[in-house]
Structure formats: C-alpha cells, structure tokens
C-alpha cells in the first residue's frame, strides 16, 4: 500500500492509524478527536485494525484484486444461469421434436384420409351413375306395362 500515509505529518510506517468518516487517515500523534485535521469538518474516528468490516476493509486492500474477486463471483453467477438457460433450451428442444413428429404424423394421416376419400367419391359416383340406369330400366318396364321390381329384373336377364 505505497498510497497509505498520515495524512497530517505523512508518515508510512506504524502500528495505530485512523480513518476519519470525512476520508482522512491520521496516526495515533496526529488525530484530533473533535475535528478532522485536514478538512475542519466533525467527524467520526475509526481504528484501523484487522476488525474492519469487509465493506471497510475493502477501501484498503487493492482494486485490482477486489474486481478479481467481482470478476471471479460474475462469472459463476454467471456460468450458473448458463446452465439454467441450457437445461431450458434442452427441454424446449426435445419438446419441438415431439412436435414435429406428431405433425408429420398428423399429415402423413391426413394425405391417406385424402387418399380414402377421393377413392370413395369416385366408388359413389359409378354407384350413383348405376342407379341412374336402374331407375331408367325400371321406369321404362313401368311404361311398356311389365311387371317391376326383383322378379322382373331377374327375368329379363
Ligand atoms: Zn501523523
Ligand atoms: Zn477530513
């Protein structure tokens, strides 16, 4: 810490320092209970000890370690709501696929209906076409006087 010094008589070296709540650092010779040194303003003295709170503590320990730590903490905070998002996406991923599947299955069921149908419309249509002809047979056996229905159409062939 080649930053740190009394802010009042600059001295480096030292077991008992003070913090003041305006900023200030001052030795044990040089603090002044009532008001700060430096500024003038009253202010809250603080010993600086291994005691600190880290929020404290964390204005003297080095910046560049401090964001090392932040870094390291963004990084599994991060890492973890990576895999959160994974499992997410695995989870909708395999949903799309049975999606998929049912609605290949869905057309693939449909194209047949098609299939069935047209073949059925196609049956009615000669059955409709042979009824015609029969209903023509028997309406002109009606007219010549012959007898109709099953027997007489039995006959005839
Ligand atoms: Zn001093
Ligand atoms: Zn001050």
């Given at each position: 810490m080649d930053w740190f010094h009394c802010n009042q008589c600059f001295r480096k070296d030292g077991a008992h320092f003070f913090v003041t709540s305006c900023g200030h650092i001052f030795c044990k010779k040089c603090v002044t209970l009532e008001k700060c040194a430096v500024c003038g303003t009253a202010c809250k003295h603080l010993?600086?000890?291994?005691?600190?709170?880290?929020?404290?503590?964390?204005?003297?320990k080095s910046p560049v370690e401090t964001a090392l730590q932040y870094f390291s903490h963004i990084s599994q905070v991060w890492s973890f709501q990576?895999?959160?998002?994974d499992l997410l996406i695995a989870?909708?991923?395999?949903?799309i696929t049975k999606?998929?599947?049912?609605?290949?299955?869905a057309q693939q069921a449909l194209v047949s209906q098609d299939k069935e149908?047209?073949?059925l419309r196609k049956e009615n249509g000669e059955l409709k076409k042979f009824l015609a002809i029969?209903?023509?047979?028997?309406?002109?056996?009606?007219h010549m006087g012959l007898p109709s229905g099953r027997e007489a159409w039995t006959t005839s062939r």
């Open positions: 010993a600086l000890s291994d005691n600190l709170k880290p929020q404290e503590k964390m204005f003297f990576k895999k959160q998002t989870f909708y991923k395999h949903r999606l998929e599947t049912a609605m290949q299955e149908l047209s073949v029969l209903k023509t047979l028997y309406q002109q056996r009606r």
